[in-house]
């Protein structure tokens, strides 16, 4: 079994890109960084030259997921597992690898039709990272841009496409308590971080993620970036807490595109020599966040019926 290795990259579709760029640039820290064309500009956080690529012509949602591995042979086991396991694989060409400035990938879709890459040949940009704001930058590295927590239509055929056709490993089971009952969410991660993807099974969404977590460098980072939000009117839709299992110290804010980032610090590693997968059960925080609930109902509505014409 052969496993993708981080969280390397997201495409993301924004109807707002001066919004985008103002809040990347103010509130994250990330430098903006000009595309090709004009429907393109990307978002650095590291050594990367990038680790979000804002499509400026795109709906308000996740676009694409990528996934890192290190090398040709583990890409081509990779896609070999993924064809074994019935996903139609494509093979991308010279120009699609160019688009994402990697030097090979495939594309395939997740189970609830994420579109999915997995590459090797990590954009490289030598010059040191600067945050653009006074902070101290991100915790990335091996560990990936950060984690997400996205919508599934089946909770079992994600664990059985994330585990056991991409490698990843079941970090915990959470419980949480929503307003339509119960609903478990399976964390599992792919490196020490404690995951990298969440899920929860529902009915389709309007949108394909929930969340996207950065995790910064200090304590001081999420302070002062508490503090801009309350400067700059933007929502926070959970206040500052700390989770109960990746121990996350962290609070959540609504993005231009109406879906959400965690902002955070001190999360947990996961030691897979050690780790055994834990339970939950009517999970809360281990203080604060005090609408973690929000999350769960989050998840659990109902999608937005379109009017017909
Ligand atoms: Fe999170």
Redesign the pocket.
Known sequence: MQSVSQLGYVRIGASEPEAWKKQARDFLGFEVVPGDDKSTFYLRMDEYHHRIEVNTKGNDDLEVVGWEVPDAATLQAIGQQLEDGGVRVAHGNREDADARRVVELIRFDDPSGIPTEVYYGRPVNPKRFHPTRSMSGFKTGDMGMG?M?VYQRNLQEAVHFYRDLLGFRITDYTELVTPGGTRTMVFMHCNQRHHSIAFMETPPMPKKIN?L?FECNSLDDVGTGREICLANDIPVSIELGRHHNDRMFSFYMVNPSSWWF?YGWDGRLVDDATWTIEHYEAAKSIWGHPQLGNIAATMARPPVKQAAS
Do not use: L, T
């Open positions: 984690h927590v969340h977590m965690e």
